[in-house]
C-alpha cells in the first residue's frame, strides 16, 4: 500500500467520524426542537409525492428552537462569508441541477443564516432570501477542506413522518441531494454511515 493510499484511507476515516458526530449532534438538537414546538409543526418536505412541502414555521424551528439546543460559538443572520461563519465555498463545488438554489454556494454564503458550532461544524437552512425551507447543510469539518459538497458538505431533508417532522436522508437516501456527489460515494446513504 502506497503512502497516498494510506493518507487517503486516513482523511476518509476522519471524515465519516467527523460526520458521525455532527449528525447526532444535529439530530438531538432537531428532535429537542420538535419536541419544544409539539406536534404539527409545518416544516416538511413532500414525502413521497403523498404530501406537500409545508415551510411556514421552518424559520421559527431553526431561529427560535433548533439553534438554541446547539452549542454555537458564533451566529450570522445573513452574509455568512463576510461575517465569518461560512469558508469561501466554490459555485463549481455545490450546483447539482436546477430547483437548488437554496444551497449554490453564492447564496450560502452572500443570503443563508449561518451557525458554527463549538466543534467548528458549520449548519446552515436549505433557504432563499432570508427564508428557510425544510432542509439543512452542514460542513462536519468547518473551514478545513475541501469544503466541497458531497464530501464534507452534506444536507438533510426534514420528512413528514405521521404529522411529525423528521430530520434524516431525503426520499432516496441521499445525504448530497441538491449538491453534488463524491467521486467516492461514501455518504450516499444513510445506513451506510450510521450503521
Known amino acids: 500500500m502506497t503512502m497516498p493510499v494510506i493518507i487517503s484511507k486516513?482523511?476518509?476515516?476522519?471524515i465519516k467520524n467527523q460526520f458521525k458526530k455532527s449528525y447526532s449532534v444535529i439530530s438531538n438538537a432537531f428532535n429537542l426542537a420538535i419536541q419544544e414546538m409539539g406536534e404539527g409543526v409545518d416544516c416538511t418536505n413532500k414525502?413521497?409525492?403523498t404530501t406537500t412541502s409545508s415551510i411556514s414555521e421552518c424559520n421559527t424551528l431553526w431561529q427560535n428552537y433548533f439553534l438554541k439546543n446547539l452549542q454555537v460559538a458564533k451566529?450570522?443572520?445573513?452574509?455568512?462569508?463576510?461575517?465569518?461563519?461560512?469558508?469561501d465555498y466554490k459555485e463549481e463545488d455545490f450546483v447539482n441541477g436546477a430547483g437548488c438554489g437554496g444551497f449554490t454556494a453564492t447564496q450560502i454564503k452572500e443570503h443563508q443564516m449561518a451557525a458554527v458550532l463549538s466543534d467548528g461544524t458549520i449548519v446552515f437552512p436549505y433557504g432563499w432570501n432570508g427564508r428557510s425551507f425544510a432542509a439543512l447543510g452542514f460542513d462536519v469539518n468547518g473551514f478545513k477542506g475541501p469544503n466541497k459538497g458531497g464530501h464534507d458538505v452534506f444536507s438533510l431533508g426534514i420528512a413528514n413522518k405521521g404529522n411529525i417532522p423528521v430530520l434524516g436522508a431525503w426520499r432516496d437516501g441521499y445525504l448530497s441531494f441538491c449538491m453534488p456527489f463524491a467521486e467516492d460515494p461514501l455518504f450516499w446513504y444513510l445506513k451506510d454511515v450510521l450503521y
Open 75 to 87: 451566529y450570522c443572520e445573513s452574509k455568512a462569508f463576510e461575517n465569518g461563519c461560512v469558508p
Open 10 to 14: 486516513y482523511q476518509t476515516m476522519v
Open 47 to 49: 414525502d413521497n409525492s
